[in-house]
C-alpha cells in the first residue's frame, strides 16, 4: 500500500504561481509512475501531468505545457507540480496519484490517490 498526502493548494491570483507538494509513504518502490490530476467541479478528472519514478520521462496536458512543471524526488518519497501563470481555468482539486502501469492520462491507469488539495486562481 501506499499512502499520498498533498499540501500547497490554495487562493492565489491570475499570473500567480503555486507550488503542489506530494507526500508518500510505503510500498513507494512498488509504483514507476507519479502523476498530478485536476478535477473541476462539474467535470471529470483529467491529467495535469505526470513523470517516471526516475524523473527521466514526463507527460504534460496540453494546458499545462510551458507553465507546469512535475519533478520527482525519490529521496524524500516526494512528487511535486510548480504552476506558474495560473489561470482560472487551472482551479479545481488537485489530486496526487501513484501507479504501477507507466505513463498514463486515465485516471483508472492509477491505484492510489490522495485526498486532493483545493486550487483556486481568481480572475
Known amino acids: 500500500q501506499v499512502q499520498l498526502v498533498e499540501s500547497g493548494g490554495g487562493l492565489a491570483q491570475t499570473g500567480g504561481s503555486l507550488r503542489l507538494s506530494c507526500a508518500a509513504s510505503?510500498?513507494?518502490?512498488?509504483?514507476?509512475?507519479g502523476a498530478w490530476f485536476r478535477q473541476a467541479p462539474g467535470k471529470e478528472r483529467e491529467v495535469v501531468a505526470a513523470i517516471s519514478s526516475s524523473g527521466r520521462s514526463t507527460v504534460y496536458s496540453e494546458s499545462a505545457k510551458g507553465r507546469f512543471t512535475i519533478s520527482i524526488d525519490n529521496g524524500k518519497n516526494m512528487v511535486y507540480l510548480q504552476m506558474s501563470s495560473l489561470k482560472p481555468e487551472d482551479t479545481g482539486v488537485y489530486y496526487c496519484?501513484?501507479?504501477?502501469?507507466?505513463?498514463?492520462?486515465?485516471?483508472?491507469?492509477?491505484?492510489?490517490w490522495g485526498q486532493g488539495t483545493q486550487v483556486t486562481v481568481s480572475s
Open positions: 510505503g510500498r513507494t518502490d512498488s509504483t514507476n509512475v
Open positions: 496519484s501513484r501507479g504501477t502501469r507507466g505513463l498514463s492520462p486515465r485516471p483508472g491507469e492509477y491505484r492510489y
